[in-house]
């Protein structure tokens, strides 16, 4: 069975930094990704990293300030949030998909996470 467990949301100010974690079960050789989401918005793509981790991609919005990694022994995936604006504010969903090259959009994922609330305030 197929787990996607993220943590390390909450409340920071402005200029803040968070690091959100996803902890994957069940998969093996999987990419993934990183989204997110706010109320009456489609879900957007935030980052992607290859299973081996060597290919990433970020959107335009978070080019800079993002970073994830992943640690596959321990079966996680990080995304390190730096310089947070209030514009940042949303759930955030990680997902993994089967293809062995990154992937930016919600159709080419194939589970998902329960999501975190990440705040920022100003």
């Known amino acids: 069975q197929v787990q996607l467990v993220e943590s390390g949301g909450g409340l920071v100010q402005a200029g803040g930094s968070l690091r959100l974690s996803c902890v994957a079960s069940?998969?093996?050789?999987?990419?993934m990704g990183w989204f997110r989401q706010t109320p009456g918005k489609e879900r957007e793509f935030v980052a992607a990293i290859t299973w081996s981790g060597g290919s990433t991609r970020y959107a335009d919005s978070v080019k800079g300030r993002f970073t994830i990694s992943r640690d596959n022994a321990k079966n996680t995936v990080y995304l390190q949030m730096n310089s947070l604006n209030p514009e940042d504010t949303a759930v955030y969903y990680c997902a993994a998909n089967r293809v062995p090259w990154v992937v930016t959009t919600v159709e080419s994922y194939d589970y998902w996470g329960q999501g975190t609330q990440v705040t920022v305030s100003s």
């Open positions: 069940g998969l093996s050789s999987y990419g």
